[in-house]
């Protein structure tokens, strides 16, 4: 059984593609059955199916800054 890769509203995940702009650093700023995700570089934000979305993410480069800062 492959394992879930789990991430959450906030987070900087790393794509298997680069965005045009030439990153591959993307914030996930909304969750549901389709994700929304930012580029870190030039700010074009992109809605994709959930499914596609955890497809083509590599790993979570950092979790979401909001969290760590109520620690």
Known sequence: MLERKQFDLGDIVMMKKQHP???NEM???RMGM???IKCV?????VLIP???FEK???KVLRSNPK???DA
Do not use: F, P, V
């Open 27 to 29: 914030e996930i700023i």
């Open 34 to 36: 389709d994700i929304r």
């Open 67 to 69: 969290d760590q800062e």
């Open 50 to 52: 959930r499914a596609k």
């Open 56 to 58: 083509n993410m590599k």
């Open 21 to 23: 702009c030439g990153t």
């Open 41 to 45: 570089g030039c700010k074009h934000s």
